[in-house]
């Protein structure tokens, strides 16, 4: 190959790395982006507010996903306590959003959770809590956000018991990304807060959602 034609080549490409630039300067294509580790399944469950809220409620949000239960003496209260702090760093952010799970719904009802989130003083917009069918509440921990084994699970439902201490954060298009957060552990707290700042500066890729169910799953 003939110096000219390096010489040429090299001109090439840097012109189109200069046309690469211009054409994704100023959006987050060239940045590298929090890892996808999972994908939301379907779901069908009831709010504090005895609303209904399923899959398609999360598109176009941020959203950071917790399981707790209301009579928890334990690490729950630890775990909200944070979680609030979550909470009133973004509630003024029109496209964030908590969801909480319980884990025991045979004892959560709509107005046990009500109450409990009453107490803690917050938006039952922002911070929504759930309850349904314990077979679908557990295995939406397990399956989609990651935050129980799966070797857990036993023949009955009614023999199993999830208590996690875990945070999962789903995008607007219905990826777990980034990690599983230690929720009672302040350094990975202020990691979720950075990745949720990160997420909300995020486009939604809309195409990706079809009749309600995240259409990106593997």
Same mark, same amino acid.
């Given at each position: 190959? +003939? ?13 189109? =790395? &200069? ?6 300067? =100023? ?19 009831? @709010? /504090? ?14 959203? *950071? *996903? ?13 775990? $909200? $306590?944070?979680?609030? =702090?979550?909470?009133? @760093?973004?509630?003024?952010?029109? #496209?964030?959003?908590?969801? &909480?799970? @319980?884990?025991?719904?045979? @004892?959560? +009802? ?17 911070? *929504? ?11 939406? &921990? ?11 699970? *036993? #023949? ?25 957060? #230690? ?10 807060? /950075? #990745? ?10 809309? +195409?990706?959602?079809? $009749?309600?169910?995240?259409? $990106?799953?593997?």
């Amino acid at each position: 190959m +003939s110096k000219r034609v390096l010489v040429y080549l090299g001109f090439f490409l840097i012109l189109l =790395g &200069a046309f690469y630039f211009f054409l994704f300067r =100023g959006t987050d294509k060239w940045k590298r982006k929090l890892s996808v580790i999972s994908y939301v399944k379907p779901f069908q469950f009831t @709010t /504090q507010e005895g609303l209904p809220f399923n899959d398609r409620d999360l598109l176009g949000k941020v959203t *950071v *996903v917790e399981y707790f239960f209301t009579s928890c003496k334990g690490i729950c209260p630890k775990m $909200n $306590n944070n979680m609030k =702090g979550i909470y009133e @760093t973004f509630k003024s952010e029109p #496209d964030f959003m908590i969801l &909480a799970h @319980t884990c025991d719904p045979e @004892t959560d +009802s709509v107005p046990r959770l009500k109450h409990y989130s009453e107490s803690l003083k917050i938006d039952s917009r922002k911070w *929504v809590m759930v309850t349904g069918r314990k077979d679908s509440l557990y295995q939406l &921990a397990r399956s989609a956000y990651l935050l129980d084994d799966p070797k857990n699970s *036993v #023949d009955k439902i009614e023999d199993q018991f999830i208590h996690t201490q875990f945070f999962a954060l789903v995008d607007r298009d219905g990826k777990v990304r980034s990690q599983i957060y #230690d929720g009672l552990k302040k350094d990975e707290m202020e990691k979720l807060k /950075q #990745d949720i700042q990160e997420l909300l500066k995020e486009r939604s890729a809309n +195409s990706n959602f079809v $009749n309600g169910i995240f259409n $990106n799953n593997p």
